[in-house]
């Protein structure tokens, strides 16, 4: 079946520093691709997302590029800040459907 | 306009009572599921409503568990005769017509079972 795999946190990081969390997925066909944020004390949200090989979603300076040829899509940031301290999650769900697969979540602490 | 609401935001409860939480969507919203997410894990899709009707139930993990839409936008998940691995955040999403993926989260209802 389908799956989502998150490197395993935590990440711990200094403000402006670079961050990379790694997602790889197993599925059949294209999926579209996503990446959720769980703020302390808040509901999961919609950070980004791709629906297709190549398109690079991006949102907050957060950005994610699907690929298809290594079934990846790593979240970036250039230049982390306190308030991106969250649980990132990394999902799929299938064009059409309507069952959303996550990953298990990596959570993020960055030091001021 | 508002968010997902649901309620209650914690609920303790003994091993073998019944449970129901309660999902508000948001208005407009056709889609609504029900997840459940454990400690260190992501959601777990558990069911899908597609206006009334639940499109897919295939998430529940048995006949104890149970979940209703009866008018299109308020839903309720149930759950009888609680076990302790019951224990985990149920979440409640919704998601406008068209967008798949794209789900508006509850902050979700913490049910410890004792």
């Known amino acids: 079946g389908d799956s989502v795999t998150q490197m395993e946190g935590p990440v711990t990081l200094s403000e402006e520093a670079f961050l990379t969390i790694n997602c790889t997925y197993t599925a059949t066909g294209y999926p579209s691709l996503f990446w959720y944020v769980q703020y302390p004390g808040e509901g999961l949200q919609l950070l980004l997302k791709a629906t297709k090989a190549d398109d690079k979603g991006s949102n907050k300076g957060f950005e994610a590029t699907y690929r298809k040829e290594t079934t990846s899509f790593h979240l970036e940031k250039g230049s982390v800040q306190v308030s991106d301290s969250a649980v990132y999650f990394c999902a799929l769900t299938h064009t059409g459907g309507f069952k959303t697969i996550f990953g298990a979540g990596t959570r993020l602490f960055v030091k001021a | 306009g508002a968010g997902v609401s649901q309620t209650p935001s914690n609920k303790v409860t003994e091993k073998g009572k019944y449970v129901e939480l309660r999902c508000d969507p948001i208005s407009g919203h056709t889609a609504l599921y029900w997840y459940r997410q454990s400690l260190g894990q992501g959601p777990e899709f558990l069911i899908y409503?597609?206006?009334?009707?639940?499109?897919?139930d295939s998430g529940l993990p048995n006949d104890r568990f149970f979940a209703v839409r009866p008018e299109g936008s308020v839903s309720t998940l149930k759950i009888q005769r609680t076990e302790r691995g019951d224990s985990a955040v149920y979440l409640c999403a919704s998601s406008p017509l068209g967008r798949t993926g794209e789900l508006f989260f509850g902050e979700g209802s913490r049910l410890t079972v004792l």
């Open positions: 409503f597609q206006g009334t009707g639940a499109a897919d």
